[in-house]
T-cell receptor
Framework: KAGVTQTPRYLIKTRGQQVTLSCSPI?????VSWYQQTPGQGLQFLFE???????NKGNFPGRFSGRQFSNSRSEMNVSTLELGDSALYLC?????????????FGEGSRLTVL | QKEVEQDPGPLSVPEGAIVSLNCTYS??????FMWYRQYSRKGPELLMY????GNKEDGRFTAQVDKSSKYISLFIRDSQPSDSATYLC?????????????FGRGTQLTVWP
């Protein structure tokens, strides 16, 4: 069974640019969440999608957005990049109906903003 | 103050030692408590899951939850070099959506042979 796949794994951008990250969840999983991981703040929740609807959103500015497609794949976009957006962006999927905390994480997309 | 506090370490122990990792939290609504392990350049993977208070054991790992003190622990017995990783505590509240977890910053553990 394939795991959560995130692309690209590494990318370098400059301030003011925008970036789109992609996530393919485990087959059958309809919930996709996104987290930002930095050494200083740890993992911080960005947003969660379920059946193409955003169900929950963390405390991030509007420059951070996302969407989910009918096949459960998800993308997140960060516009007008800032130096502080440099981080590991993790996508996680989970199975519907089980609030067990068992999120399955991808290996992340490491974004560096210069 | 963050809702979940975790000492980032680093923690360095010899092989065979008992390791104790801890988190405190402030939100009394948290009902589900988890420990994730994250190897370098990998995503976190779920180690232990506990609902409400009590203990749970799985092989060399034991998770404890004390809701009265808002304190959770993970014990690793007979630690191995392969246990070297960052350990993240996480929790969620009853009724919250599936993907919304609150994480500690993680404790970096090194087990040396």
């Amino acid at each position: 069974k394939a795991g959560v796949t995130q692309t690209p794994r590494y990318l370098i951008k400059t301030r003011g640019q925008q970036v789109t990250l992609s996530c393919s969840p485990i087959s059958g999983h309809r919930s996709v969440s996104w987290y930002q991981q930095t050494p200083g703040q740890g993992l911080q929740f960005l947003f969660e999608y379920f059946s193409e609807t955003q169900r929950n959103k963390g405390n991030f500015p509007g420059r951070f957005s996302g969407r989910q497609f009918s096949n459960s794949r998800s993308e997140m976009n960060v516009s007008t990049l800032e130096l502080g957006d440099s981080a590991l962006y993790l996508c996680a999927s989970s199975y519907q109906g089980a609030n067990t905390g068992e999120l399955f994480f991808g290996e992340g997309s490491r974004l560096t903003v210069l | 103050q963050k809702e979940v506090e975790q000492d980032p370490g680093p923690l360095s122990v010899p092989e065979g030692a008992i390791v104790s990792l801890n988190c405190t939290y402030s939100n009394s609504a948290f009902q589900y408590f988890m420990w994730y392990r994250q190897y370098s350049r990998k995503g976190p993977e779920l180690l232990m899951y506990t609902y409400s208070s009590g203990n749970k054991e799985d092989g060399r790992f034991t998770a404890q939850v004390d809701k009265s003190s808002k304190y959770i622990s993970l014990f690793i017995r007979d630690s191995q070099p392969s246990d070297s990783a960052t350990y993240l505590c996480a929790m969620s509240a009853r009724g919250s959506t599936l993907g919304r977890l609150y994480f500690g910053r993680g404790t970096q553990l090194t087990v040396w042979p």
